[in-house]
């Protein structure tokens, strides 16, 4: 379970609570500049210095908000599909595979994740050569491939047209299902709420 408990982030959020059970996916909204992204940012470990926060942060039974961004086992995927075009896709994700995983079983586990995501062959690609719902595929599957124990969308479908959108939700979805993580999603569009799914207001510092 993830929780955010009595989080204040001074003079942007006010006392923000919610907790995400495993395979949830919890929706966030709220106007534009209303703290949304910002929230995130606390919650990785990366709030920019200008703001001043207090609050908790518990994944699985553990405190998380005062260990660094990369001990805390959250994935971010954010709505710029961001990868290292210098790079291969390959090589953009076996930079996100756990060092627990050596030699030959690295490109392995590589080629098999891709090739599950129905991008078999992309492995020696150049990241700028590839259409957007392919890049937004990749940056999942290399948050994904750090196993972590939950993760934050922040608008991850927004550059997407309507075909590719509503597909890559699905997948993005059955994932989160798949590993039973809670996930937390931004968005401004209504049609990306799960079925069922439970929707939180963001609401500005009063
Ligand atoms: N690094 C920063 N330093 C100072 N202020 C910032 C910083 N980043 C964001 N802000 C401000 O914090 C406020 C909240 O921004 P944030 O990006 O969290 O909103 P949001 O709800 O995600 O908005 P949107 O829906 O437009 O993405 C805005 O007024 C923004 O200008």
Redesign the pocket.
């Known amino acids: 379970m993830l929780t955010v408990k009595n989080l204040v982030i001074e003079t942007?959020l006010e006392q923000v609570n919610f907790s995400v059970q495993r395979g949830e996916i919890l929706t966030l909204m709220?106007p534009?500049?209303?703290?949304?992204?910002?929230l995130f940012a606390w919650m990785v470990g990366a709030l920019?210095a200008?703001f001043r926060a207090r609050g908790e942060l518990w994944l699985n039974e553990r405190r998380c908000d005062a260990l660094p961004t990369a001990q805390r086992g959250l994935g971010i995927l954010f709505q710029d599909a961001l990868l290292f075009d210098a790079f291969s896709v390959g090589q953009n994700l076996l930079l996100a595979l756990p060092a627990t995983t050596t030699g030959q079983a690295r490109r392995q586990k590589v080629e098999q994740v891709l090739a599950a995501a129905g991008l078999a062959g992309f492995f020696s690609s150049d990241p700028a050569t590839l259409s957007g719902g392919e890049r937004a595929r990749i940056s999942l599957l290399r948050a994904l491939l750090a196993q972590p124990q939950a993760l934050l969308l922040d608008e991850p479908f927004s550059r997407l047209d309507n075909v590719r959108r509503s597909g890559f939700r699905e997948w993005v979805f059955a994932q989160i299902q798949a590993l039973n993580i809670p996930a937390v999603l931004v968005t401004?569009n209504e049609e990306d709420i799960p079925p069922g799914g439970r929707v939180i207001q963001l609401s500005r510092w009063q």
């Open positions: 942007l709220g534009s500049g209303s703290g949304k992204s910002t920019p200008a401004h």
